[in-house]
């Protein structure tokens, strides 16, 4: 049992270029979440999704993009990568709001 | 607008001693509170969590309080051991049926021993 699945663990973009960060899980979890943590910050919430097809912003969205075309998979699209979207994010799901299950990160860098 | 505080960004503690980390929020609505906690390099891991209709709830060395007139909560672990070395996280949610969490900004522990 995987548990929630996120790839790849580490990546460095360039200004403008654009990249996919994969998230899977296969726990069968209605709800899925994308979320950033920023040097001394909490979580903030990109999107999120409560279930196939169902898509909606969270409280930093702009700049990202989602799909949820499976319950298992929650890919974050980044379009034009610019530098204050360096930043560690984490996929998580959930199937009763009773504790997330995370991911182990991806740690981003945009130079 | 920041709804939910941990107003101290590191702690330390001898091990076997009490730990205590402290939780602000601001909106009365949040019904559900949880703590994660978090080693480097990987995700945040459920710890212990409390409804809003309850005042304390424990788990083994885990114990958190909800003082709602004051919108505190409080995480303690007795004892402490050096495993517990770790960042936790304060998490609270609106009954919204979507389960989107509020987090705090952390709060880095370190057990010595």
């Known amino acids: 049992n995987a548990g929630v699945t996120q790839t790849p663990k580490f990546r460095i973009l360039k200004i403008g270029q654009s990249m996919t960060l994969q998230c899977a899980q296969d726990m069968n979890h209605n709800y899925m979440y994308w979320y950033r943590q920023d040097p001394g910050m909490g979580l903030k919430l990109i999107y999120y999704?409560?279930?196939?097809?169902?898509?909606d912003k969270g409280e930093v969205p702009n700049g990202y993009n989602v799909s949820r075309s499976t319950t298992e998979d929650f890919p974050l699209r980044l379009e034009l990568a610019a530098p204050s979207q360096t930043s560690v994010y984490f996929c998580?799901?959930?199937?009763?709001?009773?504790?997330?299950?995370f991911g182990s990160g991806t740690r981003l860098t945009v130079v | 607008d920041q709804q939910v505080k941990q107003n101290s960004p590191s702690l330390s503690v001898q091990e076997g001693r009490i730990s205590i980390l402290n939780c602000d929020y601001t909106n009365s609505m949040f019904d559900y509170f949880l703590w994660y906690k978090k080693y480097p390099a990987e995700g945040p891991t459920f710890l212990i969590s409390i409804s809003s209709i309850k005042d304390k709830n424990e788990d083994g060395r885990f114990t958190v309080f909800l003082n709602k007139s004051a919108k505190h909560l409080s995480l303690h672990i007795v004892p402490s051991q050096p495993g517990d070395s770790a960042v936790y996280f304060c998490a609270a949610i609106l009954p919204s049926g979507t389960y989107k969490y509020i987090f705090g900004t952390g709060t880095r522990l370190k057990v010595l021993a």
């Open positions: 998580a799901s959930s199937t009763n709001g009773n504790g997330y299950t």
């Open positions: 999704s409560v279930g196939a097809g169902i898509t």
